[in-house]
């Protein structure tokens, strides 16, 4: 394998070696004869094996083994500083320009054991299930097909009105009238026509409707409006399905995201058997109801609708791609405009007698 560094800077202070490759932290490695410093200038010369860099650094004279270099390199790629130099790159040079910047931003993730060639292959051969073409769902369909997602299955039953615009960028005026999903599958053809999208302008009244949808795809993203147990649908067929979901939306001044990974954290079943019973008569139970048969207008605005639709984006990639594990998975994120943004994590409680968890598959 070609062990490649990444950028990075490094001085010697005494006996110890200072690294910087986020800008975030510092790595302070004990270095008292200067091996390692050595190691890193000559992987700074570019791209080579473990065997080429024992020659190199043998050359200098630094007595090292080959083993001794394959340790180093196995410390260096703990710290994240080296990656596979064959992998930098996807190999197709129009899909290397496509995806110039996805390649560039995960190679933060790379290792040696897993490249950033492969992260975007990942996505490239995902298939994600779209719920909603509206508010944060007409952003969230602009960032998968940014990131590259190979596959997109479009759902909603709305027309675009100008009242969309303030939130809506994938519409134009021209466009009034006009099936969403039809507009955002167009909109998506011409932005990447790599990208396979399918269009299905439908009703969604119960989990049953969206079977046919759930076959071959990697994630749910997004939810659906209309009913009040219109995303408890969306919960069960995630389950039957054993995908995971993401979905998101806004309250009068919350943003809000969770996700639901199948069999192996709480669902939104779970978060409503904590919930206050029906005939309950405290401030709670009362509070609850009259919260839940509130009709609030929608006032998502444009900057609000992108950052729910990228909150999900960057879940789904999480799912997608393993980069990290989800963040978001059987809890509720809230960020709160009225607090400064700053997200809080609000874990659904587990519920071992859940009916829906029941059906995930294992």
């Known amino acids: 394998m070609l062990v490649m560094l990444k950028e990075c800077a490094w001085e010697s202070l005494g006996g110890e070696l200072v690294v910087v490759h986020d800008p975030r932290e510092a790595y302070t490695l004990a270095d008292p004869d200067g091996r390692i410093a050595a190691l890193l200038e000559e992987l700074a010369r570019g791209p080579a094996t473990a065997e080429e860099l024992s020659q190199a650094l043998t050359a200098r004279g630094v007595a090292v083994t080959g083993d001794d270099v394959r340790d180093g390199l196995t410390g260096l790629d703990s710290l994240g500083l080296v990656e596979n130099a064959d992998e930098r790159l996807l190999?197709?040079?129009?899909?290397?320009?496509?995806?110039?910047?996805?390649?560039?931003?995960?190679?933060?993730?790379?290792?040696?054991?897993?490249?950033?060639?492969?992260?975007?292959?990942?996505?490239?051969?995902?298939?994600?299930?779209?719920?909603?073409?509206?508010?944060?769902?007409?952003?969230?369909?602009?960032?998968?097909?940014?990131?590259?997602?190979?596959?997109?299955?479009?759902?909603?039953?709305?027309?675009?009105?100008?009242?969309?615009?303030?939130?809506?960028?994938?519409?134009?005026?021209?466009?009034?009238?006009?099936?969403?999903?039809?507009?955002?599958?167009?909109?998506?053809?011409?932005?990447?026509?790599?990208?396979?999208?399918?269009?299905?302008?439908?009703?969604?009244?119960?989990?049953?409707?969206?079977?046919?949808?759930?076959?071959?795809?990697?994630?749910i993203a997004g939810g659906l409006d209309g009913a009040l147990d219109a995303n408890l649908w969306v919960n069960e067929?995630?389950?039957?399905?054993?995908?995971?979901?993401?979905?998101?939306?806004?309250?009068?001044t919350q943003l809000i995201y969770f996700s639901v990974d199948p069999g192996r954290s709480a669902c939104l079943r779970c978060d409503e058997s904590d919930l206050p019973r029906p005939d309950e008569r405290t401030t709670a139970a009362v509070a609850h109801r009259l919260t839940r048969g509130l009709r609030l207008a929608n006032g998502l605005t444009g900057p609000m609708a992108m950052q729910v639709g990228s909150l999900v984006a960057y879940?789904?990639?999480?799912?997608?791609?393993?980069?990290?594990?989800?963040?978001?998975?059987?809890?509720?994120?809230?960020?709160?405009?009225?607090?400064?943004?700053?997200?809080?994590?609000?874990?659904?409680?587990?519920?071992?007698?859940?009916?829906?968890?029941?059906?995930?598959?294992?």
């Open 91 to 219: 190999g197709d040079p129009d899909a290397d320009e496509r995806h110039f910047s996805n390649l560039t931003f995960f190679g933060v993730f790379a290792r040696l054991g897993r490249s950033r060639a492969e992260f975007v292959r990942r996505l490239r051969d995902s298939h994600v299930l779209v719920l909603g073409a509206g508010g944060g769902g007409s952003s969230l369909v602009q960032c998968l097909a940014g990131l590259g997602v190979g596959a997109l299955t479009l759902v909603d039953r709305d027309d675009i009105a100008p009242r969309n615009f303030a939130r809506q960028f994938l519409y134009q005026h021209a466009d009034i009238g006009r099936s969403k999903v039809e507009r955002a599958a167009e909109w998506v053809r011409a932005y990447d026509p790599g990208v396979e999208v399918r269009a299905v302008d439908r009703w969604i009244s119960g989990p049953d409707d969206l079977k046919d949808l759930t076959g071959d795809v990697q994630v």
């Open 237 to 252: 067929a995630a389950l039957r399905a054993g995908v995971p979901w993401v979905a998101g939306g806004m309250t009068r």
């Open 315 to 362: 879940e789904v990639m999480r799912y997608l791609t393993g980069v990290e594990p989800p963040r978001a998975a059987g809890c509720r994120v809230v960020v709160d405009l009225l607090n400064g943004l700053v997200p809080v994590w609000q874990p659904f409680p587990r519920d071992p007698a859940c009916p829906a968890c029941a059906l995930a598959r294992r």
